[in-house]
Nanobody
C-alpha cells in the first residue's frame, strides 16, 4: 500500500520560513517523480513544484519560484519543501504526491497523495 505522510506545517509570520517533509512508503521511492500541491481555503488544488526521481530536474509554479525549493533524499524515502519569504497567500494545506507535472492541468492522483499538512502564514 502506498503511503505518503506530510509533516512540518504550522503557523508562521509573513517573511518567515518553514520546511515540509513527506515520508513515502509502500513503493520504491527512488523510481518515482514527486510533486507538491496545495489547497488554499475555498480554492482548488494548485500544483506548486515537481522533482524527478533522481533530483536532477525541478520545476516550480510562478507563485513560488525563487522562494520555495524542492528536494529529496532517496536513502530516506523523503521529499522536502523548503519555503522561504512566506506570504499570507501561501496559507494552505500542502500535499505531496506521486508524479511530475506534464501539463497545465496535471495534478497527482488522489490515491497517491498524502493527507496534507496545514501551513498558516499570519501576523
Amino acid at each position: 500500500e502506498v503511503q505518503l505522510v506530510e509533516s512540518g506545517g504550522g503557523l508562521v509570520q509573513p517573511g518567515g520560513s518553514l520546511s515540509l517533509s513527506c515520508v513515502v512508503s509502500g513503493f520504491p521511492f527512488s523510481t518515482a517523480d514527486m510533486s507538491w500541491v496545495r489547497q488554499a481555503p475555498g480554492k482548488g488544488l494548485e500544483w506548486i513544484s515537481s522533482i524527478d526521481r533522481l533530483g536532477g530536474s525541478e520545476t516550480y509554479a510562478d507563485s513560488v519560484k525563487g522562494r520555495f525549493t524542492v528536494s529529496r533524499d532517496n536513502a530516506k524515502n523523503t521529499l522536502y519543501l523548503q519555503m522561504n519569504s512566506l506570504k499570507t497567500e501561501d496559507t494552505a494545506v500542502y500535499y505531496c504526491g506521486l508524479g511530475y507535472r506534464t501539463s497545465l492541468a496535471w495534478l497527482p492522483d488522489p490515491q497517491t497523495r498524502g493527507q496534507g499538512t496545514q501551513v498558516t502564514v499570519s501576523s
